[in-house]
């Protein structure tokens, strides 16, 4: 059984920093490159940050370039968005997505909420 769940979200002020994750099961982890997205009220799901299969090679949208990180670890099979200084505009659900041989897999979602 596929299975990404998010955790690590929450509400933080805004200009802190927030560390969410994704662990992966049932499929092949190593085989497919595994992306961050997000979608917030009234707006379309957007893609944040993505990472290779091999996790050689990292994408982000031009909002959140030098504020947000995305890593993968193959031991624990999970994925990492690290965001730093973030902003009111960053308040969103965060979805793991994982595309690979056998298709795109998403998460139920994570709320991340920047507010003072």
């Known amino acids: 059984q596929v299975q990404l769940v998010e955790s690590g979200g929450g509400l933080v002020q805004p200009g802190r920093s927030l560390r969410i994750s994704c662990a992966a099961s049932?499929?092949?982890?190593?085989?497919?490159?595994m992306s961050w997205y997000r979608q917030a009220p009234g707006k379309e799901r957007e893609l944040v940050a993505s990472?290779?299969?091999?996790?050689?090679?990292?994408n982000y949208e031009d909002s959140v370039k030098g504020r947000f990180t995305i890593s993968r670890d193959f031991a624990k099979n999970t994925v990492d968005l690290q965001m730093n200084s973030l902003k009111t505009e960053d308040t969103a659900v965060y979805y793991c997505?994982?595309?690979?041989?056998?298709?795109?897999?998403w998460g139920q979602g994570t709320q991340v909420t920047v507010s003072s």
């Open positions: 997505s994982a595309m690979g041989p056998e298709g795109r897999y």
């Open positions: 049932g499929f092949a982890f190593s085989r497919y490159a």
């Open positions: 990472i290779t299969k091999f996790g050689g090679s990292t």
